[in-house]
């Protein structure tokens, strides 16, 4: 869920709706009081973490961020986004369905003790146990024994551990998942799968509050002090000095200083006081392309936006037809190009180009043909009068807004535009029938495989517990995901999981709109600079300038 | 005037129980499940949904959930705690400090910014000066808070620390003393600038037509001494009311001020808290604004006879 | 009156110099004072205000922007409505013929946006002040006047209408009224739900002053009806500070109600208001002024106009000038 910001950010988006862009002026010439000594921290831009600070907990950005300093994963992703081992030794499956995870040697907790196999044991039942009501629970759902911890409203478990996860000694760690899953190394990057030390855990089994503001990892960076939500307005770091793998050289302090505007941050950025920016809003990429030279960054980040039919509530949108028409009328690319500034890019997939599998042009509905969309609508007889919702809390108004004109100019249709608070709001008036129209969406990846832009928003299983909220299904292109979840090999599994992602283009269940892309940009203290398939800085990499 | 303010005071404990409860009917009554929100696009598992909503005591009746508020506060001094488990005390005490400086830096702005302007376009009725501050009070209502509070920080902040080197004026935060204050401060008051120039002058201006403005000055007394010491003092009732009501707004209605300044305030966790329907922080702050609301009027009442002997309290 | 120099002109009326924004204090109402009893307050006021050439300015003013309101398509030739107009990749693009302030940030014409978005903006901040202005000056007036029990109450709710946070009111008002249709009535009020407190304190303070001046005691000694007194006494004489606050509030209304429009109710695109047009502006305020420049002057223009308007009735019944 990279792109997902915490609450505390998307409220101060929503106040300032994107807010004022900083017209540079150019001379990025740094004032250069001597501040290089290895004391002085590297300054980071973050929003507030939603929650404490409890891995199986952090389901959005920020809070990811901040952890992925303090913890190593399991694997990381090299550069062709392919999962490598690291605090791994290997990861191996002979049937994709019994998974055996060496951990290296080597690795300390913050507190001294040796990480252990245990520790994830402990880490991953206490994340899938409902009673903990963990926000990233639903992670482990592939690992068998998950179905006990999550026996279901009003009911309690009957075990506190699952049976598919076994530590069979220190260093090797045994997952046994219910049916077999081709992708589930890919998955292991993510936050939810941290490791927790013995020390997480208070009398009763849960992890304390105290554990959540100051949280022992075994990564490259340890916490200064407690971290006091909702009243510190930064969290300090220092390199571990027991951690095994690369430090960076030059600096030993990293500081997470916390903003609810991304506007003021940039202007920070500007002002030098900070260093890292990873989320410029689009107000800012015009004057951080001049302001900042080599300095910004821009890379494709996993993130897709869609607009989604109400399938399951609508026959109105039954025609697939009349959806391609709708989706020829949205010119994506001057939309990615005008209200994006560029920080989307027009989609052309269901897969987005960070992630292997993309192919692009493969939507061919999905490229601008005023001309054959409005023949298209009529010939389909499309309705007269279409509506669109969106939540008003992401800063999604001017983008829909564009579509909608696109659509009145192009179909000639009327288009109501409703705005609706939040996002679960949409969800329930849908439920409710309250609310028949298209709708907005956003999909940000749990873990950075082809896999998870199909499952989770688009298969028949997802429409009670999952994101499928057009209701859409077809049993053809359930079964076609489940032949890549069994394939013997990842990239096997990825040839299925493109015929499954043929299907959707030519059922076009939802349109995909944009591609996220991720802008950063840094001060003139710090170099090489490097963010992560997970949008995340590659700490050990970066150095003072 | 003694038992006046003890009046005005045991007066304050019902308004405050009367004011919580009905902030926390409010939002008790706000549609959409907070839980299900929380996870943004994703749908939040229904279980986890049912056992945090539990753990929050959601599913009670209105009542009940009062019941456990106040009893909360009452035997336990637990004042609630956030969907992440912060205990709203922790959360608030920080901040309060926070928007208090800003309030306070804000409205001594308003007042003397106010005054001034307001006394010298009464003074200068009818003339350039007077037409000038009437454009610049329209310019500081039409500007909305954002545009003047990133442009600001763009030239006083940004800019002026490039260019010389120094932070006169810092980007964000509250860590550098009343210099943090400052811009947010002048940023915060600006449309309460104008309303208390447009106040000053208009209340000037009547003043000075009294009677009893004509008979000091036909008893010959100085200009200075018949505006400063009868005219200025009698048009301050108005001033005077507006300054205690604008307490509060600065204090409540921050939020676009401190996001644009990163200032750790209520103002922003009041809006956050209503967002995310976290009923312990809406309540906990409205009450303390309730109070700021209270003291600030009382004050304003009992100024009234300070500055016009006429009225009396008994 | 001998010691003063010629620049102290405002204590007399009679010296005053030419008035050139709020009051013109003709000398030919004073004549007219004189010449017999007035029909009644308020008519003598209308008798005044006709004579006073910055009432005229404002009425002026206000009458074009009526017209403006009810037939824009007077002042241009495009559209805005029809979203055929706009020209997306022409966002946010300066002055051109044709467009003469240029684009927003969806290639919309500026001006032809501005001119179409005065009827909701004017019709929201007219009603909602006035409303604020009845309600809040009416309760003011009654607190002031009655004191005792009645001030008490009033005061205390007072004081919790004042803590209630905007978002918070207006989430609540929303709710309340979801899925009816109700327009901009719900952002009337809305606004006017949470803003008569500040009218209500100006008011009471004004009253509470006036109350106690010779010529209220005086009326009241001579046996005038509670009534009477508050309206024919002490409201024109607290009247001023609370025009002042109502027409500025005027502007704030009109800008405030875009934060309303975001949370789903009022004026919705593709209706357009100078509110919505300002917000949607401010984001990209540094790299396209015009499109919010534009609207907040109209803003402005109308906020004088009312604040012209203001002037010139509270001098016109005002008993002080009499």
Not at chain 2, 264 to 270: E, T
Not at chain 3, 205 to 232: E, H, P
Request: glycine content about 8%.
């Amino acid at each position: 869920m990279r792109v997902t910001k915490g609450a505390q950010i998307v409220a101060g988006t929503a106040l300032l709706a994107v807010a004022v862009a900083a017209c540079g002026g150019g001379s990025g010439t740094s004032t250069g009081n001597s501040g290089t000594s290895a004391d002085t921290p590297v300054r980071m831009e973050l929003g507030e973490p939603q929650n404490l600070l409890v891995p199986s907990n952090t389901t959005e950005s920020e809070g990811a961020e901040a952890l992925a300093a303090i913890f190593e994963p399991l694997v990381n992703y090299d550069e062709n986004k392919q999962a490598v081992e690291a605090a791994a030794d290997s990861i191996k499956s002979d049937d994709n369905k019994v998974w055996t995870i060496k951990i290296k040697s080597g690795y300390t907790w913050h507190n001294g003790e040796p990480l252990i196999a245990q520790n994830y044991v402990d880490a991953w039942n206490f994340a899938a146990n409902q009673e903990n009501a963990q926000g990233a629970g639903y992670f482990f759902g592939r690992i068998d024994g998950y179905a006990d911890l999550n026996p279901g409203e009003g009911k309690k478990p009957a075990t506190t551990q699952m049976k598919g996860l076994k530590a069979v000694d220190n260093s090797t760690l045994q997952v046994t998942l219910t049916a077999p899953f081709s992708q589930f190394k890919t998955m292991l990057g993510y936050t939810a799968f941290y490791p927790l030390p013995k020390a997480a855990f208070g009398a009763d089994g849960k992890v304390t509050n105290e554990y959540g503001e100051k949280p022992i990892g075994q990564g490259l960076f340890k916490l200064d002090k407690p971290y006091k939500k909702g009243t510190d307005q930064s969290i300090d770091l220092t390199v571990y000095d027991k951690y095994p793998g690369k430090k960076p050289s030059g600096w030993t302090k990293l500081q997470f200083k916390l903003y609810n505007s991304s506007e003021t941050a940039y202007n920070d950025l500007q002002a030098d006081n900070i260093d890292i920016h990873d989320s410029l809003p689009a107000s800012a990429i015009a004057s951080a392309k001049t302001a900042l030279g080599d300095r910004y960054e821009d890379q494709p980040d996993a993130g897709i936006g869609y607009i989604g039919f109400p399938l399951k509530y609508n026959d109105q949108y039954k025609d697939v037809k009349m959806r391609e028409a709708i989706s020829m009328a949205i010119d994506r690319k001057t939309i990615a190009e005008t209200v994006f500034s560029g920080t989307r890019a027009p989609a052309d997939d269901f897969i987005n180009p960070a992630i292997a599998g993309y192919r692009q042009g493969a939507c061919t509905a999905c490229s601008y043909n005023p001309g054959k969309a409005k023949e298209q609508y009529a010939a389909a007889n499309g309705p007269k009068t279409l509506e669109l919702g969106y939540n008003a809390d992401g800063g999604h108004k001017e983008w829909i807004e564009a579509v909608a004109n696109n659509l009145r100019a192009n179909l000639g249709v009327e288009v109501t535009v409703k705005p609706f608070e939040k996002f679960a709001s949409i969800l329930d008036d849908l439920d409710q029938k309250k609310y028949k129209g298209m709708f907005r969406m956003g999909w940000a990846i749990d873990y950075p495989s082809a896999e998870n832009y199909l499952t989770p928003i688009f298969s028949t299983g997802a429409i009670k517990t999952g994101s499928n909220y057009a209701g859409y299904t077809n049993p053809q292109f359930d079964a076609t995901v489940a032949k890549g979840d069994q394939a013997p090999t990842a990239e096997e599994g990825l040839k299925f999981y493109q015929q499954a992602d043929d299907i959707l283009i030519k059922d076009l269940p939802y349109i995909p709109v944009y591609f996220y892309r991720n802008n950063s940009g840094s001060s003139t203290k710090v170099k090489n600079v490097k963010i992560n398939l997970l949008n995340q800085v590659e700490w050990a990499d970066v150095e003072k300038a | 005037m003694g038992r006046y303010i003890i009046r005005r005071l045991i007066q304050a404990g019902p308004v405050l129980l009367g004011a919580t409860f009905f902030i926390f009917a409010t939002v008790f009554a706000l549609p959409g499940d907070p839980v299900a929100a929380l996870a943004g696009d994703k749908r939040q598992d229904p279980n986890i949904v049912a056992i945090i909503r539990e753990q929050y005591h959601l599913d009670d009746p209105l009542l009940v959930q009062y019941w456990y508020y106040i009893s909360g506060i009452v035997f336990h001094g637990d004042f609630g705690k956030t969907f992440a488990g912060v205990p709203v005390t922790q959360l608030l005490a920080g901040k309060l400090q926070v928007t208090l400086n800003l309030a306070l830096v804000a409205l001594t702005m308003e007042a003397i910014i106010g005054v001034l302007l307001g006394l010298w376009a009464a003074l200068r009725r009818g003339r350039a000066t007077d037409t000038a501050i009437l454009a610049s009070t329209l310019l500081l209502i039409s500007i909305p808070t954002l545009v003047s509070g990133f442009v600001l920080q763009l030239w006083l902040g940004v800019w002026l620390k490039r260019v010389t080197g120094t932070e006169f004026f810092p980007i964000s935060g509250a860590t550098q003393g009343l210099k943090s204050y400052l811009l947010p401060g002048f940023v915060l008051a600006g449309v309460s600038i104008a309303y208390l120039t447009r106040l000053t002058r208009t209340s000037l201006v009547e003043t000075l037509r009294s009677d009893y403005i004509r008979t000091a000055t036909a008893k010959g007394l100085s200009r200075r001494r018949v505006i400063g010491r009868h005219g200025l003092r009698n048009a301050l009732i108005p001033m005077v009311t507006y300054l205690g009501a604008d307490l509060g707004s600065l204090m409540g209605g921050a939020v676009i001020t401190e996001t644009i300044f990163n200032l750790p305030g209520i103002g922003f966790q009041l809006y956050t808290g209503v967002y995310l329907r976290e009923q312990p922080v809406v309540v906990g702050i409205v009450t303390i604004l309730v109070l700021v609301y209270i003291v600030a009027n009382l004050v304003v009442d009992l100024m009234y006879a300070v500055l016009d002997p006429r009225i009396r309290y008994e | 009156m001998s010691s003063e120099t010629p620049q102290a002109g405002p204590v007399y009326s009679e010296t005053l110099t030419t008035d050139q924004v709020v009051t013109a204090p003709s000398p030919g109402r004073r004549r007219r004072k004189k010449e017999g009893k007035p029909a009644s307050l308020w008519s003598d006021a209308w008798h005044d205000l006709r004579r006073r050439p910055m009432f005229i300015v404002s009425i002026v003013l206000i009458a074009i922007l009526l017209v403006m309101s009810f037939w824009p398509s007077l002042f241009t030739d495009i559209n805005p409505l029809d979203a055929r107009t706009c020209e997306l990749s022409t966002a946010r693009q300066g002055p051109s013929p044709g467009h003469i302030f240029g684009r927003d940030n969806q290639g919309c014409d500026v001006y032809a946006r501005t001119i179409y978005g005065a009827k909701n903006s004017i019709l929201i901040g007219v009603t909602t002040t006035i409303l604020t202005m009845v309600v809040g000056g009416l309760l003011g007036l009654i607190a002031g006047t009655r004191g005792g029990m009645v001030d008490t109450l009033t005061s205390r709710v007072t004081e919790v209408f004042f803590a209630i946070p905007m978002i918070l009111g207006a989430l609540l008002i929303t709710a309340t009224f979801r899925g009816q249709d109700l327009g901009i009535w719900i952002v009337v009020m809305a606004l006017s739900v949470l803003s008569w407190p500040m009218t209500f304190r100006i008011m009471r303070a004004a009253v509470i002053t006036a109350r106690n001046q010779d010529f209220v005691v005086a009326a009241r000694a001579l046996g005038a009806s509670q009534s009477r007194i508050m309206f024919r006494h002490l409201l024109p004489n607290a009247l001023a500070p609370v025009i002042v606050v109502a027409t500025i509030n005027l502007g704030g209304f009109i800008a405030a109600e875009a934060a309303l429009s975001f949370l789903g109710v009022g004026v919705q695109p593709p209706d357009i208001s100078w509110g919505l047009m300002i917000a949607d502006a401010r984001n990209r305020f540094l790299e396209a002024p015009l499109p919010l420049v534009f609207p907040a002057v109209f803003l402005s223009i109308t906020v004088l106009a009312f604040i012209m308007m203001g002037d010139a009735v509270r001098d016109a019944i005002d008993p002080k000038l009499r």
